[in-house]
């Protein structure tokens, strides 16, 4: 059976989802030092519980659909790509998933960002020391569950499940606007979690890695993982969840062709450190989200708070630098972002 047409939908759903949302790690930061509240980190980790749950039933239906986290290189060079990372990104204006919903918005000048992308990639394969395959690189936990503790772990994420589709339907149900309610100019932060989360979840089961952040590092390394996307069906998807997020901005009013001729210099350094960082870890923060944390992957449990801190520190120098800070408060499981600058290009 030819899955393409179903992965591209899915994939549609994923950049369609993450543009009404405001999905950002860079903006997450953000609200953390603005209110001293993680309302996109929750919604993060929704995202994981979701596609670990997806993961699971499909494994209970097909147990050959398991797709363990390969991985190249040494934990501490994780823990050093996530954090140059998070610099990239807080460099750039943005991370992965930002970087394609404010190209998707006619943003001009994240086009640098890419190709910067690939060069550091490039970079970091001819100057890093190389690494032997150091395995699946699984957390291993110092206890063993038994069955009956796995099935109700199991049964509270399917409680929890239950539990979020009511409060995300209910309303919508109500109301009786479906249709108002999948095109409302931004999504609550639930919502786009379960969307992401569901349809990453089986888009992982399918098609195995297939966040662009990885594919990128695949394609310029030339390293072809077994639990990995082919690059044809991978340029599909890509093409896909950009046009997902195109659609969204342009069915939001939103599309506006701008290119601010100061950050592409930003955008080009920013991205140059992102790939060179998405290199070593592997992959950017949406393959740590969608594909590493949820397969709980060591090197993904590493990178990622370490990416955090890189943003974190490199949002304060530039901070102090600029004298300009990015405020971002959420309520009623929506952001609301108030730009440093007129040209930004953080959601």
Same mark, same amino acid.
């Given at each position: 059976? +030819?899955?393409?047409?179903?992965? *591209?939908?899915?994939?549609?759903?994923?950049? &369609?989802?993450?543009?009404?949302?405001?999905?950002?790690?860079?903006?997450?930061?953000?609200?953390?030092?603005?209110?001293?509240?993680?309302?996109?980190?929750?919604?993060?980790?929704?995202?994981?519980?979701?596609?670990?749950? $997806?993961?699971?039933?499909?494994?209970?239906?097909?147990?050959? #659909?398991?797709?363990?986290?390969?991985?190249?290189?040494? @934990?501490?060079?994780?823990?050093? =790509?996530?954090?140059?990372?998070?610099? =990239?990104?807080?460099?750039?204006?943005?991370?992965?998933?930002?970087?394609?919903? /404010?190209?998707?918005?006619? +943003?001009?000048?994240?086009?640098?960002?890419?190709?910067?992308?690939? %060069?550091?990639? /490039?970079?970091?394969?001819?100057?890093?020391?190389?690494?032997?395959?150091?395995?699946?690189?699984?957390?291993?936990?110092?206890?063993?569950?038994?069955?009956?503790?796995?099935?109700?772990?199991?049964?509270?994420?399917?409680?929890?499940?239950?539990?979020?589709?009511?409060?995300?339907?209910?309303?919508? $149900?109500?109301?009786?606007?479906?249709?108002?309610?999948?095109?409302?100019?931004?999504?609550?932060?639930?919502?786009?979690?379960? #969307? @992401?989360? @569901?349809?990453?979840?089986?888009?992982?089961? @399918? +098609?195995?890695?297939?966040?662009?952040?990885?594919?990128?590092?695949?394609?310029?390394?030339?390293?072809?993982?077994?639990?990995?996307?082919?690059?044809?069906?991978?340029?599909?998807?890509?093409?896909?969840?950009? %046009?997902?997020?195109?659609?969204?901005?342009?069915?939001?009013?939103?599309?506006? &062709?701008?290119?601010?001729?100061?950050?592409?210099?930003?955008?080009?350094?920013?991205?140059?450190? *992102?790939?060179?960082?998405? *290199?070593?870890?592997?992959?950017?923060?949406?393959?740590?989200?969608?594909?590493?944390?949820?397969?709980?992957?060591?090197?993904?449990?590493?990178?990622?708070?370490?990416?955090?801190?890189? $943003?974190?520190?490199? *949002?304060? $120098?530039?901070?102090?630098?600029?004298?300009?800070?990015?405020?971002?408060?959420?309520?009623?499981?929506?952001?609301?972002?108030? /730009?440093?600058?007129?040209?930004?290009?953080?959601?």
């Amino acid at each position: 059976m +030819n899955l393409l047409p179903v992965s *591209m939908f899915l994939a549609f759903v994923v950049g &369609f989802s993450a543009h009404r949302a405001g999905v950002c790690t860079v903006a997450a930061v953000a609200e953390l030092r603005s209110t001293r509240q993680a309302r996109l980190f929750i919604s993060f980790l929704k995202t994981i519980l979701w596609i670990l749950l $997806i993961s699971k039933l499909l494994l209970l239906w097909h147990p050959e #659909l398991a797709r363990p986290w390969q991985v190249d290189s040494g @934990i501490w060079l994780a823990l050093a =790509g996530g954090f140059i990372f998070g610099v =990239g990104a807080t460099v750039n204006g943005g991370c992965g998933f930002s970087t394609i919903s /404010k190209l998707a918005q006619g +943003n001009l000048h994240l086009a640098f960002t890419l190709p910067a992308f690939m %060069a550091g990639v /490039k970079t970091a394969l001819y100057t890093l020391p190389a690494s032997a395959p150091t395995g699946l690189a699984t957390l291993v936990l110092p206890f063993t569950l038994n069955q009956v503790a796995r099935w109700l772990l199991f049964a509270a994420l399917v409680a929890w499940a239950v539990r979020e589709l009511i409060l995300i339907l209910a309303p919508v $149900i109500k109301s009786r606007r479906l249709l108002p309610s999948l095109f409302a100019n931004r999504y609550r932060l639930s919502t786009g979690a379960a #969307l @992401i989360g @569901i349809s990453g979840g089986l888009l992982y089961a @399918i +098609n195995g890695k297939w966040a662009y952040s990885s594919l990128l590092v695949q394609t310029v390394t030339g390293r072809n993982s077994s639990h990995s996307v082919s690059p044809d069906i991978a340029v599909y998807l890509f093409i896909a969840l950009l %046009a997902g997020a195109v659609f969204s901005a342009v069915s939001g009013r939103r599309f506006r &062709f701008s290119f601010a001729g100061d950050q592409w210099t930003r955008n080009l350094a920013g991205g140059f450190l *992102m790939g060179f960082g998405a *290199m070593m870890v592997p992959g950017g923060n949406s393959a740590l989200i969608l594909q590493g944390l949820p397969q709980l992957s060591l090197h993904a449990i590493t990178a990622y708070p370490a990416m955090v801190l890189g $943003i974190l520190i490199t *949002m304060r $120098i530039i901070e102090q630098y600029t004298g300009k800070a990015l405020y971002v408060s959420c309520s009623r499981d929506q952001c609301r972002v108030e /730009k440093p600058e007129a040209e930004s290009n953080i959601p």
